[in-house]
């Protein structure tokens, strides 16, 4: 199974952003689907997930900002982000969990005016 993450750009503080996470294979086949974050000389940073039964839970630094979801029609992972701040500059990637592990190739986001 692969993931294909897209949707990143550069976006002024305030804004907002869509991030796409497409599955080679169905997603309902996952346990958990999450987006991770990292920058440059920090550790990757879980930011949000998504059980397989709808469950969802955010960092702190997102919560009422960010929200996950999915398309299990599409095989596609969202996340939808909203009045982003240059704290969220960015590369994200997306894992999804099924008893092995796969990640995406990570997209770039810039909060930056």
């Known amino acids: 199974v692969q993931l294909q993450a897209s949707g990143g750009g550069l976006v002024q503080p305030g804004g907002s952003l869509r991030l796409s996470c497409v599955a080679s294979?169905?997603?309902?086949?996952?346990?958990?689907m999450s987006w991770y974050r990292q920058t440059p000389g920090k550790q990757r940073e879980l930011v949000a997930v998504m059980y397989a039964g709808g469950i969802t839970n955010y960092a702190d630094s997102v919560k009422g900002r960010f929200t996950i979801s999915r398309d299990n029609a599409k095989n596609t992972l969202y996340l939808q982000m909203s009045s982003l701040i240059p704290e969220d500059t960015a590369v994200y990637y997306c894992r999804g969990y099924g008893g092995y592990e796969v990640w995406g190739q990570g997209t770039l986001v810039t909060v930056s005016s």
């Open positions: 294979a169905a997603i309902f086949s996952f346990n958990a």
